[in-house]
């Protein structure tokens, strides 16, 4: 039973105190029973929530009676539980680190191109399907086709630009995992002379759950714990590969030792046999967590408390 869903946004939109609204966005998240990962940045909001369907609905409209966020788009997908263990709201200098401060995605950014559009034109002579994240975020799915980037932070895309030169003449369709890193990776493209640039509006995830997935190979990496998440239900494949032996998996595995950590793909056989951990060197470290099967370890909360660090108090704790 889906009683629960996970809601992934953004939103560039100018927040003069961005401290005081981690605050208020703070409390209103604690007061919903709403976990996640959201980041407040002087240029916006970047978060994913996870609660009950009410909970959601609350935090959706929330967001939008706010006149500075009332243009965000959510992608809502059902899940059965909370897809986090806590609340974690951040200011930042980027609501994703890019290292251009410098664009403003609401005054320059690739045209938008809606997922049904890009399904169609995808494979046309005269396009290039470019895919912007990170090279453990691809290794796991990307379209067939894409051209990705050997880089392990957004932050490094600028320095891989040169190697799309080639196709200048051609219509470029960047995509990231729900749309936000595109806007200025786009943008930053288009200030670098590429003329017919676009990029695909709400990414992976809007695409899978409009469109069903389709030549979208393999799963997607998300940042929450799932850490991967299905999106092809037209044409399903898997491209990667058990990090152990080798062999096609898309099973992810947050490695049992917890210096480590890696997430990476290891078979269930291969997890067995190593108890959880990507190496034999992890097996036998002595901060190997026990191995419960699914190889997925969530931050110890260490006496977690989501009132912690806030300037008010909840309307709870005032009337009681």
Excluded at 216 to 238: M, Q, S
Aim: charged content about 30%; hydrophobic content about 30%.
């Amino acid at each position: 039973m889906k009683d629960y869903l996970i809601l992934l946004y953004y939103c560039y939109s100018n927040i003069e105190d961005p401290e005081a609204y981690k605050v208020e966005h703070h409390l209103f998240c604690i007061e919903n029973n709403l976990r996640g990962r959201i980041i407040i940045a002087k240029e916006g909001l970047n978060g994913t929530v996870s609660g009950l369907k009410k909970d959601c609905e609350k935090y959706m409209q929330y967001i939008y009676e706010d006149p500075r966020f009332a243009h965000t788009e959510f992608k809502i997908e059902p899940f059965e539980t909370h897809a986090f263990q806590k609340l974690n709201v951040r200011v930042k200098d980027e609501i994703v680190h890019s290292g251009l401060k410098h664009i403003d995605p609401n005054v320059k950014t690739g045209a938008y191109i809606e997922p049904e559009e890009f399904k169609k034109v995808k494979d046309e002579e005269d396009v290039v399907v470019v895919d912007v994240r990170s090279d453990y975020e691809h290794s796991l799915g990307k379209f067939k086709n894409a051209i990705s980037f050997d880089i392990e932070n957004f932050r490094d895309f600028p320095e891989k630009v040169a190697e799309l030169e080639k196709y200048r003449d051609k219509k470029i369709i960047t995509y990231c995992t729900g749309g936000i890193k595109c806007e200025k990776a786009s943008a930053y493209l288009l200030e670098q002379g590429f003329e017919n640039v676009y990029q695909l509006h709400g990414g992976i995830i809007k695409y899978g759950i409009e469109t069903g997935g389709k030549d979208f190979d393999g799963k997607c990496y998300v940042f929450d714990n799932r850490i991967a998440a299905e999106v092809n239900k037209v044409n399903p494949t898997t491209v990667s590969t058990c990090f152990v032996c080798g062999t096609a998996c898309d099973r992810m595995v947050n490695c049992a030792n917890s210096e480590c950590n890696k997430h990476v793909p290891i078979c269930e056989a291969c997890a067995n046999e190593m108890e959880g951990a990507c190496s034999i060197t992890c097996k036998n470290h002595p901060k190997k967590r026990p191995y419960d099967g699914k190889g997925y370890y969530p931050k110890e909360l260490n006496g977690y408390n989501p009132y912690r660090g806030l300037k008010i108090k909840s309307r709870q704790e005032t009337d009681s």
